[in-house]
């Protein structure tokens, strides 16, 4: 039986190995709300009758989009990979800033549940899985936004987790440490220039891979497991022992 999975987030190394993984399996299909993000190519590096991509501008309503997907259409998975960084310190934090970092990381998260539901596009038994941040649970300078809207994501999971039960649907988020991809953006250079590299030193393990990702992601996904829900899954290479 086909099985379809919704991922929202920017075309970034991490979604692009995520989906191209999706599809190695012949029994999914994959609807892409590919969100435009100037820090990635906007062009996809494959191609498959099996993906669907829709445009979506960051902060732009999720309920009118998901309305141009066929009516009988059924997601048996959802990820959320979606999201901005940014390294302020606190004196220089403002009300936009945190506005737009929370409306990002949490608010568009709480949405898409939200309209999933109102269409009825969620399978009873279905995963939802969100890409969060290690720096949800550990203390970083310049990183107090970032870090309170990762937290306040894993929260959320937690409790839609609780609600959503009854139907079967498991809820949970990927903590990421340091990825090899991500190591080239800005805010990521920024904190490291803050931390003159010994933060990341601090996982032990190396840099985690777009290919690690994308397992966990799949694993989390599939019917392997039935009863993990509600979880904050940890993947950082031991950055946090």
Same mark, same amino acid.
């Given at each position: 039986?086909?099985?379809?999975?919704?991922?929202?987030?920017?075309?970034?190394?991490?979604?692009?190995?995520?989906?191209?993984?999706?599809?190695?399996?012949?029994?999914?299909?994959?609807?892409?709300?590919?969100?435009?993000?100037?820090?990635?190519?906007?062009?996809?590096?494959?191609?498959?009758?099996?993906?669907?991509?829709?445009?979506?501008?960051?902060?732009?309503?999720?309920?009118?989009?998901?309305?141009?997907?066929?009516?009988?259409?059924?997601?048996?998975?959802?990820?959320?990979?979606?999201?901005?960084?940014?390294?302020?310190?606190?004196?220089?934090?403002? *009300? +936009?800033?945190?506005?737009?970092?929370?409306? /990002?990381?949490?608010?568009?998260?709480?949405?898409? #549940?939200?309209?999933? !539901? $109102?269409?009825?596009?969620?399978?009873?038994?279905?995963?939802?899985?969100?890409?969060?941040?290690?720096?949800?649970?550990?203390?970083?300078?310049?990183?107090?936004?970032?870090?309170?809207?990762?937290?306040? *994501? +894993?929260?959320?999971?937690?409790?839609?987790? /609780?609600?959503?039960?009854?139907?079967?649907?498991? #809820?949970?988020?990927? !903590? $990421?440490?340091?990825?090899?991809?991500?190591?080239?953006?800005?805010?990521?250079?920024?904190?490291?220039?803050?931390?003159?590299?010994?933060?990341?030193?601090?996982?032990?393990?190396?840099?985690?891979?777009?290919?690690?990702?994308?397992?966990?992601?799949?694993?989390?996904?599939?019917?392997?497991?039935?009863?993990?829900?509600?979880?904050? !899954?940890?993947?950082?290479?031991?950055?946090?022992?």
């Amino acid at each position: 039986m086909m099985s379809t999975i919704l991922i929202i987030g920017p075309a970034s190394p991490i979604n692009k190995g995520i989906i191209e993984n999706l599809l190695s399996d012949a029994s999914r299909e994959v609807t892409w709300l590919r969100v435009v993000d100037e820090k990635y190519s906007e062009e996809a590096e494959f191609q498959s009758e099996k993906l669907q991509i829709l445009s979506l501008k960051r902060g732009e309503e999720l309920g009118p989009v998901l309305k141009t997907l066929p009516k009988e259409l059924q997601f048996s998975g959802i990820v959320y990979a979606e999201g901005i960084g940014g390294v302020r310190p606190v004196k220089l934090n403002n *009300l +936009d800033f945190i506005q737009e970092m929370f409306s /990002a990381n949490v608010f568009q998260f709480l949405e898409l #549940v939200r309209h999933c !539901l $109102k269409q009825k596009r969620i399978k009873a038994g279905a995963s939802i899985l969100t890409l969060s941040s290690v720096s949800s649970i550990k203390g970083l300078k310049s990183k107090s936004v970032y870090s309170a809207s990762k937290a306040a *994501l +894993d929260a959320a999971v937690r409790g839609i987790a /609780a609600e959503l039960a009854p139907q079967g649907v498991r #809820v949970n988020s990927i !903590l $990421k440490g340091w990825v090899d991809a991500d190591m080239s953006l800005d805010f990521i250079e920024s904190n490291m220039k803050l931390s003159s590299g010994s933060d990341f030193n601090q996982q032990l393990l190396g840099a985690i891979s777009v290919e690690e990702i994308s397992n966990l992601v799949e694993f989390m996904l599939s019917d392997k497991i039935r009863t993990i829900t509600g979880t904050n !899954l940890l993947i950082d290479g031991g950055y946090t022992l």
